[in-house]
């Protein structure tokens, strides 16, 4: 399948085989599709671009996979960490405009792992969350795809997958809704509870990071824009989020009742992954 023909500087003709090349982010949908592929695509090259910044939970999560599929995950990794890019930030913490995060330890390490091959890419954006744009690069040599999308695999399908692969989810969904950094800026006020509450050596070091100029009007580097995490992490503040986090769950749950577009909403909405958004690479 797909061969395609380059012309070099001295005009003589070479071909190159199409890869194919799924990029796993240690959540869920990206590893249902590898479960979904198996035995589909021979020669599936899998790819997990590790931002040194993971939960260890995302770490089992992928062993397990490897496991599953009887196939080595190739371990890709930016050559300079996440302090090293913050430095020469100047220290502004990424953001969903800046992103720089996810183009220097996510994006470069996956395009230089492809060079110029004729790659076709499988993401697994599923079909209930088609509006949402995957990460399509520009780059002309890499085609992507989007297989559950085509073959209408939604958000319950998913999860069949999985427990029929004997997965199941990865540790983390059970405080959090995303796979990505730990220090992610898209997660929301209860996951940050979440981390706060599972992982408080990771919250210290997430809240390290940020700093504040105490002086009135003085420069926040915050991940929150509204406030930061060590206003976040006081106990009052703190019931106040996992208050209105399950106030929302009851008032979402009778609102889908028998309305699987409410319901397919609110999946969305629960993991924060509007399609503006979200970083597919990091979070699917
Ligand atoms: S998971 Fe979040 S913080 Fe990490 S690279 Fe992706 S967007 Fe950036």
Redesign the pocket.
């Known amino acids: 399948m797909g061969e395609v023909r380059e012309m070099g500087m001295n005009q003589t003709t070479k071909t190159k085989e199409t890869r194919h090349i799924l990029a796993l982010s240690g959540g869920k949908d990206s590893s249902a599709l590898a479960v979904y592929l198996l035995g589909k695509i021979p020669d599936l090259e899998y790819v997990f671009c590790d931002?040194g910044?993971e939960l260890e939970e995302t770490y089992e999560y992928i062993n397990k996979l490897q496991n599953v599929l009887c196939k080595a995950v190739t371990w890709l990794k930016s050559e300079k960490d996440f302090k090293y890019y913050l430095d020469l930030y100047n220290g502004v913490l990424?953001d969903a405009n800046t992103?720089w995060?996810?183009r220097m330890?996510?994006l470069r390490p996956y395009e230089d792992f492809i060079g110029n091959d004729p790659v076709i890419s499988y993401v697994g954006i599923r079909a209930d969350e088609s509006h949402r744009k995957g990460y399509i690069s520009t780059k002309p040599n890499i085609k992507t795809v989007f297989p559950f999308i085509e073959s209408n695999v939604r958000h319950d399908d998913v999860l069949r997958l999985l427990d029929e692969a004997g997965l199941g989810l990865p540790e983390y969904y059970k405080w959090r809704s995303?796979?990505?950094?730990y220090?992610?800026?898209?997660q929301q006020k209860r996951e940050w509870v979440g981390l706060l509450e599972n992982h408080p050596d990771l919250f210290k070091k997430s809240m390290n990071y940020e700093k504040t100029d105490p002086r009135e009007g003085g420069t926040r580097f915050t991940w929150n824009d509204d406030e930061s995490l060590t206003e976040l992490a006081q106990s009052e503040r703190i019931a106040q989020i996992k208050n209105e986090y399950e106030k929302r769950k009851i008032r979402m749950s009778n609102a889908f009742i028998g309305n699987q577009k409410l319901r397919d909403i609110w999946i969305e909405e629960e993991s924060g992954l509007t399609c503006e958004r979200a970083?597919n690479?990091?979070?699917l």
Not at 178 to 181: E, I, K, P, Q
């Open positions: 931002t910044e990424p992103r995060c996810t330890l996510k995303r796979s990505g950094c220090f992610c800026f898209f970083c690479i990091c979070h």
